[in-house]
Nanobody, 113 residues
Framework: QVQLVESGGGLVRPGGSLRLSCVAS??????MAWYRQAPGNQRDYVAIISRSGATRYADSVKGRFTISRDDAKNSVYLQMNSLKPEDTAVYYC?????????WGQGTQVTVSS
């Protein structure tokens, strides 16, 4: 069973930055993505990167977040800049796999002064 493990969350002030990391236990994953879920809300898509490096972002994070990947390290990253209180959520790594979806355990990001 392939596993995804996120890290890098924490508490940051508005306007600050964080970098999330997600490591897969195996290589060869195709698209990889980040989602987030705030308390009481559904899990929402944040960004996705294809195997070729093509990226797409939710409108709410365009220009502030950057997704990248390093296939040599089986990793995907989310650089988050100009953070806002509304970015507060648990952030999950996701990868389509064998007709289903892999999810990490999540990492908490809190943006507060």
């Amino acid at each position: 069973q392939v596993q995804l493990v996120e890290s890098g969350g924490g508490l940051v002030r508005p306007g600050g930055s964080l970098r999330l990391s997600c490591v897969a236990s195996e290589s060869g994953l195709k698209a990889m993505a980040w989602y987030r879920q705030a308390p009481g809300n559904q899990r929402d898509y944040v960004a996705i990167i294809s195997r070729s490096g093509a990226t797409r972002y939710a409108d709410s994070v365009k220009g502030r977040f950057t997704i990248s990947r390093d296939d040599a390290k089986n990793s995907v990253y989310l650089q988050m800049n100009s953070l806002k209180p509304e970015d507060t959520a648990v952030y999950y790594c996701n990868a389509p796999y064998m007709g289903g979806n892999l999810w990490g355990q999540g990492t908490q990001v809190t943006v507060s002064s």
